[in-house]
């Protein structure tokens, strides 16, 4: 059997009245900034729970803005996660700011029993990144922030409808940056993103960031660039918008039946699942002995399992003058060792995850 992990033929395979959407979008020339774009923000702010969304063109983007329009600047210290994806890295240093690591803890989000010791003087922003599909413990980090006076831009890109206590992703910080790539939860066709709000001030200023700083057509207000969301894309996600609570749930469900069922298997561990989170499950990852071995077996019998990731980021080259080393975020590391990624879409089927669960018998049966 196959278990693929890219999911998007299915996704888009019955999609006629979106294509009719489009034939009837494509006449008008509402390309940029237009009504669909418009719409788009307005319904992603009523499914979040803030008072403003803003498109821009990534996820990536959505960080680098949020920062910039909260004073982040050159030599500034930005404090997030050993273990997140190279984005958010990324994002933190094109505005010259600098990236200070916090390791994780199980649930792949900052242990933020560990952060104070990681603010200095310099610090300007927490990035806390919501890994997986997990949220980040924001009871514990808003206090903290607090007391320190520092501005928060969550890292939501890959937790779309996660919650804490029934509160969503991206309504915790000053920002939430959310991306809309074809590989996340809620995916268009092409590259884009979208930052939450309800910070009045802040959204204009986004607002402005994201086109050139133009008020109107012949007045700059401030240096700004260009960061659009596309409006054909937004037509695409005006579409898939709706199914946006489903497929968070078709994912929490299908991560319940593996729990179910890999737990048994006593060289598998679930990593925690604490009962006032809601996980959406962007990833599935499991703990497992061996777990080189398994993934080689796995991908032998057709599962296309993965690995999130082999070398974290604090120990890319890209980072090398920041002077990290390997052993200085040991949760994180420990995880490259044991950390394996199933696919665990809503398009998977019960026979496909019996298949992958089966398959992970046994290999620890032989
Ligand atoms: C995908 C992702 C991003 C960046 O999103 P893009 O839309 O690809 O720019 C940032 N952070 C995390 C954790 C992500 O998974």
Not at 120 to 138: C, L, N, Q, R, S
Not at 264 to 291: C, G, S, W
């Amino acid at each position: 059997m196959e278990v693929r992990y890219s999911y998007l033929k299915q996704q888009f395979e019955n999609c006629e009245d979106l294509w009719d959407e489009l034939k009837r979008f494509v006449p008008t020339g509402d390309f940029t900034l237009g009504k669909p774009l418009q719409e788009f923000e307005r319904r992603f702010a009523d499914l979040i729970g803030t008072k403003h969304a803003i498109g821009v063109n990534s996820g990536t983007d959505a960080i680098k803005l949020s920062l910039k329009a909260l004073g982040v600047g050159f030599g500034d210290e930005v404090i997030t996660t050993a273990n997140t994806f190279v984005a958010t890295v990324g994002a933190i240093a094109e505005l010259g700011a600098i990236p200070v690591f916090v390791d994780c803890n199980d649930t792949f989000c900052m242990d933020v029993d560990l952060l104070e010791r990681a603010i200095t003087e310099k610090t300007k922003a927490i990035v806390p990144v919501h890994f997986t599909g997990y949220m980040t413990d924001m009871r514990k980090l808003l206090p903290i922030a607090r007391k320190y006076n520092l501005p928060i831009v969550e890292d939501a890109c890959q937790s779309i409808l996660g919650s804490i206590d029934n509160k969503k992703a991206g309504t915790w910080g000053n920002a939430g940056a959310f991306s809309l790539h074809p590989l996340k939860n809620l995916n268009v066709w092409s590259d884009g993103g979208i930052i939450t709000t309800d910070d009045d001030k802040l959204a204009e200023t986004l607002r402005l960031l994201r086109n050139h700083g133009l008020i109107d057509r012949d007045k700059v207000e401030i240096l700004g660039c260009n960061s659009r969301l596309d409006t054909l894309q937004a037509v695409v996600g005006n579409w898939l918008i709706p199914s946006a609570i489903d497929i968070s749930n078709k994912r929490i469900e299908n991560a319940e039946y593996y729990d179910k069922h890999l737990s048994k298997i006593k060289e598998i561990t679930i990593p925690p699942r604490p009962a006032d989170f809601r996980i959406v499950f962007h990833l599935y990852i499991v703990f497992a002995e061996d777990r080189d071995r398994l993934l080689e077996y796995c991908i032998k019998q057709g599962i296309e399992s993965k690995v999130h990731y082999p070398i974290p980021i604090y120990r890319q080259k890209a980072l090398s003058s920041f002077g990290y080393k390997e052993g200085d975020f040991p949760i994180t590391d420990g995880h490259t060792k044991k950390i394996i990624t199933f696919p665990c879409d809503q398009h998977l089927s019960v026979e496909q995850m019996d298949y992958v669960i089966s398959t992970v018998q046994e290999f620890y049966k032989k």
